[in-house]
């Protein structure tokens, strides 16, 4: 069963910066890391959660339009570890984010070609005016 753990999370005023990290385990070979398509999403309370970032198992990345240009997602299948590097951070950013992988087997969010399947708990930010 694979299991993802957040990082990084915290307070911060905007303009400024924060690097999340996501530690994922249970993969049985390295090579089904580095192949898993894995993603980043976010809830804001009252709201629904939604997709921010995504990495396919190319390497290939998307991103929402919201966070593109200021997010930036990678991989180091080396150390099974996702990450998102977050710039130039909003009010509007504030959320909990949550590292998400696929599961092609039963996952049940469809997100830029993905499908995910398993989650993280989450880490919070908060980006204050």
């Known amino acids: 069963q694979v299991q993802l753990v957040e990082s990084g999370g915290g307070s911060v005023q905007a303009g400024g910066s924060l690097r999340l990290s996501c530690a994922a385990s249970?993969?049985?070979?390295?090579?089904?890391?580095?192949?898993?398509?894995m993603g980043w999403f976010r809830q804001a309370p009252g709201k629904e959660r939604e997709g921010i970032a995504v990495?396919?198992?190319?390497?290939?990345?998307f991103y929402a339009d919201s966070v593109k240009g200021r997010f930036t997602i990678s991989k180091d299948s080396a150390k099974n570890s996702l990450y998102l590097q977050m710039n130039s951070l909003e009010p509007e950013d504030t959320a909990m984010y949550i590292c998400?992988?696929?599961?092609?087997?039963?996952?049940?969010?469809?997100?830029?070609?993905?499908?995910?399947?398993?989650w993280g708990q989450g880490t919070q930010v908060t980006v204050s005016s």
């Open positions: 998400a992988a696929e599961d092609t087997g039963s996952g049940r969010t469809w997100y830029l070609g993905c499908r995910f399947g398993f």
């Open positions: 249970g993969y049985t070979y390295s090579s089904a890391f580095s192949s898993a398509c």
């Open positions: 990495i396919d198992g190319r390497g290939d990345t």
